[in-house]
């Protein structure tokens, strides 16, 4: 309630009536923070519009299809359900950013009380009926004219989530024959064996029911991964490399440059090199992709864990969009997944994580001189043949260190070696 209070305030700066659209997915939490956010919003003054069940991407649409003031998705995304989450839209349909986010933070520590409106000026709630027709309407909107799904069987994991009704809906009406997995939540099993962090069901049906692909989408619907008809998976890099050709050869790629985080395989890099195009690299992070591509003016980005922006139809990571795209190259080729999907031989990479005790900082771990020259001369010993990546981790009291090479073996030595010298150091 005290958020609402406080980035209803934010946004409430004229005379004229506010308005915030908010969305869940199935967590039974939802049900909690959705009407807490709700008072809040109507104490500061400001309207809110429900919009129940309906993936990320579609709050950010519809954030900016009403000219709302605010967009609040309430989602965990691939988390289990016990965990939930509060993600904030601007009226541009875009992630608030970092300075805006403390700012809100900073009335949400004084008095909110102090920020209600009095009786008369306070907002009021109605709920959207046909807000996930339109978000349908919309996604489809983004497939090529003229073309259909007609002829492919589908597997549509929808993690039990906000996608559950929408995702096979969308696919069903451009003539897929749709084989639905995770479509029946029950507010406790959201990601739970399913989903794009739990895909071993949805490979094994692809290949029982004979389809031609496997689509798994995550909590939120921001983010899918697939698998050919084999059942072998294909993460957002191979992803992004499909999209990024076939986007290329229509004209339709901006810069001549897809956006990706230092986690994208080496792979991706030279094969977008291979076709005239560059590989600019960001933070991990969606936020921080989108930001270097409002930045550069480039229309494509994403994650290998398979958040892929498509800045011509969206203003954030969205699952569904990101399988049309790839279903319209499948359409386009006329051949199978396997030979479609996989436009890069991808560098063997390893990543494991040193977790730490005792209250040890990552700061200063890293900072410790032998550790800083065992990166180096790693880096030294993969250069021009690899990549070394150490990072902390933002949430957990964990370093990450990823090393990437040609040499899978040698890939093995180097990861041994860092995480032996940086768990020495922390200890």
């Not at 479609?340 to 063997?348: E, G, H, K, Q, S």
């Not at 494991?352 to 900072?367: C, S």
């Not at 990166?375 to 990549?387: H, M, N, P, W």
Request: net charge neutral.
């Amino acid at each position: 309630m005290k958020l609402g209070e406080a980035a209803g305030h934010y946004f409430a700066r004229s005379n004229r009536r506010h308005t915030a659209v908010i969305g869940k997915d199935t967590r039974l939490s939802g049900y909690l923070l959705e009407p807490a956010l709700t008072a809040g919003f109507i104490a500061v003054g400001m309207d809110v519009v429900i919009m129940g069940p309906i993936p990320t991407p579609g709050i950010a649409m519809l954030t900016r299809s009403l000219r709302a003031d605010l967009g609040v998705m309430i989602s965990a995304s691939h988390n289990p359900f016990e965990d939930n989450g509060i993600k904030l839209f601007g009226p541009d349909g875009f992630k608030l950013s970092d300075a805006i986010e403390d700012e809100i933070e900073s009335l949400m520590k004084a008095d909110t009380s102090k920020l209600r409106v009095v009786s008369p000026k306070l907002g009021r709630t109605k709920r959207l009926e046909d807000a996930a027709g339109r978000y349908i309407e919309f996604t489809k909107g983004t497939f090529p004219r003229g073309m259909r799904l007609d002829g492919l069987k589908l597997v549509v994991d929808c993690a039990n989530g906000a996608a559950y009704k929408i995702a096979p809906t969308v696919f069903w009406e451009l003539g897929a024959d749709v084989v639905k997995v995770g479509v029946d939540p029950d507010g406790f099993n959201i990601n739970r064996n399913c989903g794009s962090t739990h895909p071993d069901r949805m490979r094994e049906l692809v290949v029982s029911h004979n389809a031609n692909l496997g689509i798994a989408l995550d909590g939120d619907a921001d983010r899918v991964l697939f698998c050919d008809e084999h059942g072998d998976m294909i993460d957002g890099d191979q992803v992004l490399g499909l999209i990024a050709e076939s986007w290329k050869k229509r004209g339709e790629l901006a810069g001549d440059a897809v956006v990706a985080t230092v986690m994208s395989n080496l792979g991706l890099e030279r094969r977008l090199k291979s076709i005239g195009l560059e590989l600019k690299r960001t933070k991990v992070g969606d936020r921080y992709v989108v930001e270097e591509m409002r930045r550069g003016g480039f229309n494509l980005g994403g994650e290998q864990s398979g958040h892929i922006v498509m800045g011509t139809h969206a203003t954030t990571g969205d699952g569904i969009i990101a399988a049309l795209q790839v279903l319209a190259a499948l359409v386009e080729s006329g051949k199978s997944a396997s030979q479609t999907l996989r436009v890069f031989a991808p560098v063997p990479q390893k990543l494991k994580n040193v977790r730490l005790g005792n209250g040890a900082d990552p700061d200063k771990v890293l900072a410790i001189d032998v550790v800083k020259q065992a990166i180096v001369a790693s880096a030294r010993k993969l250069d021009g043949r690899g990549r070394v990546l150490i990072r902390k981790s933002g949430t957990e009291p964990l370093i990450r260190v990823m090393v990437e090479g040609d040499d899978a073996a040698e890939v093995d030595t180097v990861v041994g070696s860092l995480v032996q010298v940086i768990s020495q150091a922390a200890a």
